[in-house]
């Protein structure tokens, strides 16, 4: 894909037959002046190469923070990282110091965000944006940043990319403003996208045409990609593996047709059960009664328990339920796993 | 962006007009010897009587008077003062050293208040940011009618820093003292503004993006964070030229020094009628351009605004 | 609050879903934004410095005798400039009148017409910004332009030239003259703040929704956009109020503010200046006097500002 080779340090420990990306426990607080708010709370994932994971969950659950925290731009203070490991290729980001740490983001790990408009600074144009990545992390002169800056914009099929390149972010369209700042987060070619909410400021017809772009990209480039959405509509295409959040842990992870199939899962059965669908006209909408918990607050034993149809007594004490293994490469964090599969 | 520009200009004339026509009505409207006034407190003659009425066309209706006085502002002639000197003239006198002074409050005041406002705004909550915000908070409340005196009292007088009063042969080491006393009127506000807005886009969206395009503090704050933050600021700073130009009354009358607002406090003490209006509507004209300069400065800083 | 917000916060009932046996938290309650800045504000140490000084300010500007014995009008020059004595803290000044009385009374003419002025301007500004927010259209255009015109000239010349004009007989004290000056003057910050405040609150969907329920101008314009508007507003008045002390003592030094034997504390320190060399007590205790009094406001304004600002949770 590129002709330029990434000149950074060799960082200690890589691994080349480690996973790709693996969290193991996260744990990320909030201290705040109205309590601690526990935004992580052990989450676990796997990513490997070429692979596409879909974090899955309503707002708050923690989906953004965990984004944040693996790239390591939480707002330290009121974010701390509490416990856990981040490995990239074996290596616990999370140990690295900061220095290194900026090294990787960028190059190896990038990111992009839901609302483009916000995410870009409105008073430089987008051409500087995107050379400044190769001007800063590559040395390059301003002639040939700016020529790739302008190559990147033809990648991510924006038209007439030369003249656009002195344009404000302010000057594009929706659509057109994210796939900027996938052009910049592609800029020096990392092995693993983040795209958090990609999609969710876009309307549905754009929202399409920016999927399509985002699955083309990974398959040439061969990178992972870690997709962050409340949206399952916009999953079910894209991904290999869901895995579903609900205050903080991951409490389902499975393949993406297993999930839609066969959820093992309370909430992500009453997730999928709220999608409204043809065939239901005329009946009631199925709604998850209860909202989600303050993060201040989370009720002991399983988060879920207080709207969970299945919950018995063991489910409204510690310690809450583990990751049972409900199939070779699927995991459920409920003591009533086999009922919600067996309830179809 | 030509539309802005004429909507502008026009609303200039028109607020120009209007301050001035304000002015000169409060100065000479409704008098009931306006001859009297016009001379203050000396006795006057007969002959002195006929032509000051033909002067001032002071047998018309008002309105007339003030288009008069408006057709002869318009061709340059700011009229005589009641002292005998053209205002033209003890404008020209006097401007120079109240640029002078203004200029050096307002270098001052915007270096100390982008300083202290930057790093107050990265470390907000600090203990540097807890002084600079005490001390911003007494200089704000602090009349210059307290300060200015007090300034000279202490470091002029008593303690001999400075010398106690900058005439117009004075050295530039003179108007430093002045200058910063001056300045004192603008610098609170202008570094909470800073300050303020160096918060705000530290929390902006953007400054994520920056992060995770993995560029160094230095560059996100220094090179992102503060070119946003500082639109507001620079053309505070632009007003407040403007205003200092203006306001600077108390200090001048302090320091004894000759600049316009000292002749101006004079003109209105002495109750010189034409002199009051006269450096009155050049100031408005100076604040009126200073503040259109500004606007203009806003839309080269924030490309967002260009496209109105 | 207003009734839409009162109606939906009813409907979702934080505490219901609570698990059992763990108690409801406090903070669950519906939230205001008086509520929430007063609690913040109750925290807030400068608040309660600021707000201990302005009530003792007030209470020497109402009940100076109070605080000071000797009789201000009571001079002599046999006493000129002499120093401190048993009833005299602070000394005499060039006109042997007792300094620290003369700097006790003065608080009285200061607050009362910092308080007038900054009422005159309240009103003008409230009604102004109001009917420009809500009305829009041709009102808004005329009074935006003539807000321009006044600040076109810069504030003190402004406010000089109108006191002179105000205030041509020299024997009333100016009180009158300084007051209307100030408040003449100073509504336009205020007016703009109401504008502004009341053209972002139009548009708030809970007024589109009580207009759709039968509400009529007057209604909309009390109940709903004003309440939600008066926040900032009243910031702006209690800076005002400092600065409009601030501004009487400037007017008062130069001259044209109160004068004849009027007692303030501008005019003790003009008067001061002059015999600075000789004895500087007259100068520095009113102009503390002055400082602290401003600082006190300013410093109210300023935490009641923090306060409902939301952007600074």
């Given amino acids: ?344 | 962006m030509f539309r802005y520009l004429v909507r502008r200009l026009l609303q200039m004339v028109l607020t120009f007009f209007g301050a001035t026509f304000i002015v000169y009505a409060l100065t000479f409207a409704n008098q009931d010897d306006p001859i009297q006034a016009l001379a203050g407190e000396r006795p006057i003659t007969p002959a002195q009587r006929a032509a000051l009425t033909e002067r001032y066309h002071l047998d018309e209706p008002f309105l007339k008077q003030y288009w008069y006085y408006m057709k002869g502002l318009l061709t340059g002639d700011f009229g005589t003062s009641l002292t005998g000197r053209k205002i033209s003239q003890m404008m020209a006198d006097a401007w120079p050293i109240t640029i002078k002074l203004a200029l050096m409050a307002i270098v001052i005041a915007a270096t100390v208040a982008l300083l202290a406002g930057v790093i107050s705004g990265i470390r907000r909550g600090g203990t540097f940011d807890n002084i600079t915000l005490v001390l911003t908070l007494i200089v704000l409340s602090l009349p210059i009618v307290v300060l200015a005196p007090l300034s000279q009292l202490v470091f002029g007088i008593q303690l001999h820093w400075f010398p106690p009063t900058a005439g117009r042969t004075a050295p530039l080491f003179a108007f430093i003292l002045p200058a910063i006393v001056l300045g004192s009127l603008v610098v609170a506000t202008e570094l909470r503004v800073t300050r303020a807005s160096v918060t705000e886009n530290l929390r902006s969206d953007y400054v994520r993006t920056a992060r995770a395009k993995g560029l160094s503090r230095r560059r996100v704050i220094g090179v992102h964070v503060l070119r946003n933050s500082l639109i507001p600021v620079i053309t505070l700073i632009g007003v407040d030229i403007g205003q200092l130009m203006s306001g600077a009354i108390v200090t001048e009358g302090v320091f004894n020094i000759p600049g316009v607002g000292f002749n101006l406090f004079r003109g209105i003490r002495t109750e010189d009628g034409p002199l009051v209006v006269g450096f009155v509507s050049i100031l408005v004209i100076v604040f009126l351009v200073v503040n259109l300069i500004v606007d203009l400065l806003y839309a080269v800083l924030d490309p967002r605004i260009r496209y109105e | 609050m207003s009734d839409i917000e009162a109606v939906t916060r009813a409907e979702q009932q934080p505490g219901r879903d609570q698990p059992v046996g763990q108690p409801v938290d406090r903070r669950d309650k519906p939230r205001s934004l008086a509520g929430d800045a007063w609690n913040d504000l109750r925290r807030n140490k400068i608040f309660w410095v600021a707000a201990v000084l302005v009530v003792i300010v007030l209470l020497m500007a109402a009940f100076p005798s109070l605080f000071a014995h000797g009789d201000p009008r009571d001079c002599a020059l046999s006493r000129q400039h002499h120093g401190p004595s048993g009833s005299a803290f602070f000394g005499y000044d060039f006109q042997g009148c007792d300094v620290y009385a003369r700097t006790v009374y003065g608080a009285r003419n200061s607050i009362v017409v910092g308080i007038l002025a900054t009422l005159t301007s309240g009103v003008i500004g409230l009604v102004f910004g109001l009917s420009a927010g809500y009305f829009g259209g041709w009102l808004d255009a005329i009074l935006s332009r003539f807000i321009d015109i006044v600040l076109g000239v810069p504030f003190l010349l402004a406010a000089i030239v109108l006191a002179k004009r105000l205030s041509s007989d020299p024997q009333n004290s100016g009180i009158v003259a300084v007051t209307l000056t100030l408040g003449f003057l100073g509504w336009t910050t205020a007016a703009r703040i109401m504008r502004s405040s009341v053209i972002a609150a139009k548009s708030q969907d809970y007024v589109a929704a009580a207009r759709m329920l039968g509400a009529g101008p007057a209604r909309l314009m009390m109940r709903h956009v004003l309440p939600n508007s008066i926040a900032s507003f009243i910031v702006v008045l209690t800076i005002l109020l400092g600065v409009n002390i601030a501004t009487e003592a400037t007017l008062s030094f130069l001259g044209v503010g109160l004068k004849g034997d009027a007692i303030s504390w501008g005019i003790a320190i003009s008067e001061a200046g002059p015999y600075v060399r000789v004895a500087a007590a007259p100068l520095i205790w009113p102009s503390v006097f002055l400082a602290v009094t401003v600082l006190a406001f300013i410093m109210l304004g300023d935490a009641v500002r923090d306060a409902f600002d939301p952007k600074l949770r």
């Fill in chain 1, 1 to 344: 894909m590129t002709d330029i080779q990434a000149d950074i340090d060799v960082l200690p420990g890589l691994d080349p037959h480690a996973p790709l990306l693996e969290v193991t426990d996260l744990h990320v607080e909030f201290r705040t002046q109205y309590g601690v708010a526990h935004a992580v709370n052990g989450a676990n994932f796997r990513l490997g190469p070429q692979e596409t994971l879909a974090i899955l969950g309503e707002s708050g659950c923690g989906k953004s923070v965990t984004a944040q925290a693996i790239m390591g731009i939480l707002d330290t203070p009121p974010g701390f990282v509490t416990k856990g490991e981040v490995r990239y290729r074996g290596i616990d980001l999370l140990t690295l110091p900061e220095n290194q740490r900026r090294k990787v983001r960028a190059n190896r790990i990038a990111m992009i965000f839901q609302d483009a408009l916000s995410a870009l600074n409105p008073v430089y144009t987008v051409g500087f944006q995107l050379s400044e990545l190769f001007r800063v992390h590559r040395g390059m002169s301003r002639q040939d940043s700016k020529r790739r800056a302008i190559d990147l914009l033809e990648q991510v099929r924006i038209p007439a990319a030369r003249s656009r390149i002195g344009d404000y972010p302010h000057q594009f369209s929706g659509g057109m403003r994210q796939r900027v700042m996938i052009a910049m987060a592609l800029a020096l070619d990392p092995e693993i996208l983040i795209a958090d909410e990609p999609t969710t400021a876009l309307d549905v017809t754009v929202q399409a045409q920016i999927m399509g772009l985002l699955a083309d990209l990974q398959q040439q480039r061969h990178m992972g990609l870690i997709l962050i959405t409340h949206d399952m509509g916009v999953v079910a295409d894209v991904a290999d593996r869901i895995s579903v959040m609900y205050a903080g842990k991951v409490v389902e992870e499975a393949p993406v047709y297993d999930i839609y199939a066969r959820p093992a899962h309370p909430y992500t059965k009453a997730l999928l059960e709220s999608i409204p669908r043809l065939d239901m006209k005329g009946q009631e909408l199925s709604v998850i009664r209860g909202l989600p918990p303050a993060l201040t607050n989370i009720p002991a034993g399983c988060a879920f328990n207080p709207r969970c149809r299945y919950a018995q007594d063991v489910c409204r004490h510690d310690p809450p339920p583990p990751p049972y293994a409900v199939a070779p490469s699927r995991t459920a964090r409920c003591h009533f796993f086999r009922e919600v599969l067996a309830d179809e």
